[in-house]
């Protein structure tokens, strides 16, 4: 069962890389950004609470989001097909929180993918990207955020010797090339 978390900074191309791994290998693509982004779109609770943290590109409260995962991960899809969790963990807490969850529901992920691409290849794509929080003000603070409050769960995930690090500074398809070898290996 494919089980995989990708990490990396804004414009890393986890979305893109998820999704094509998603539709070749039939693996559930839970992204916490889009399930936010949709539920700002519905004014649903949730999304009437995330909505001003995202324009800023701020994190969310850790409190908005766990239940969510929980319910997520245990959906028939996910427990049938495996997931790749795209977005999530952003910060410790949360990463202490997965594994903790994942062995309350028996699931095992051994792997974290982190993409590695340098700050001015990242301000070039999300430029180009154009989504709401990708004005320069919001890209500077969620460069900020990733460098203070995610680079510590990549070392999380280094330190329990299960973090695969990809240079994502190449084409989406070279990218995506080095990926399908990591999960057929
Ligand atoms: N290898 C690549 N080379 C060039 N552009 C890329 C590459 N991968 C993705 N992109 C482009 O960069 C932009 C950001 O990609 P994507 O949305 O997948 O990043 P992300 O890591 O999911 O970002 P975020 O965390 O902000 O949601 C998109 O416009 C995408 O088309
Ligand atoms: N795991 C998360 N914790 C807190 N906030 C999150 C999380 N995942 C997404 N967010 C919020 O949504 C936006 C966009 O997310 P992307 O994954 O970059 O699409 C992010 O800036 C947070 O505000």
């Known amino acids: 069962m ?5 990490l990396g900074p804004p414009g890393a191309g986890k979305g893109t890389q998820a999704q094509i791994l998603s539709e070749s290998h039939h693996i559930p693509h839970i992204s916490t950004g889009d399930i936010l982004r949709a539920a700002v779109e519905q004014q649903t609770d949730l999304g ?28 028939r899809d996910a427990t049938e097909s ?16 997965l594994d903790h969850l994942l062995d309350d529901i028996q699931q095992k992920c051994k792997s974290a993918i982190s993409l590695e691409v340098p700050d001015q290849q990242l301000i070039d794509r999300l430029h180009g990207r154009g989504r709401s929080d990708d004005g320069d003000e919001t890209i500077a603070r969620r460069l900020r955020v990733y460098h203070d409050l995610t680079i510590p769960v990549i070392d999380y995930y280094r330190e329990r010797g299960r973090l695969i690090a990809i240079n994502g500074n190449s084409s989406i398809e070279a990218v995506a090339a080095i990926l399908k070898k990591v999960v057929t290996s």
């Open 48 to 75: 009437n609470q995330a909505k001003a943290y995202m324009e800023r590109g701020e994190l969310v409260p850790d409190s908005l989001l766990l239940d969510l995962i929980r319910d997520r991960l245990t959906q």
């Open 2 to 6: 494919t089980r995989l978390i990708f």
């Open 82 to 97: 495996g997931w790749i969790l795209d977005g999530f963990p952003r910060n410790v807490a949360q990463a202490e929180f």
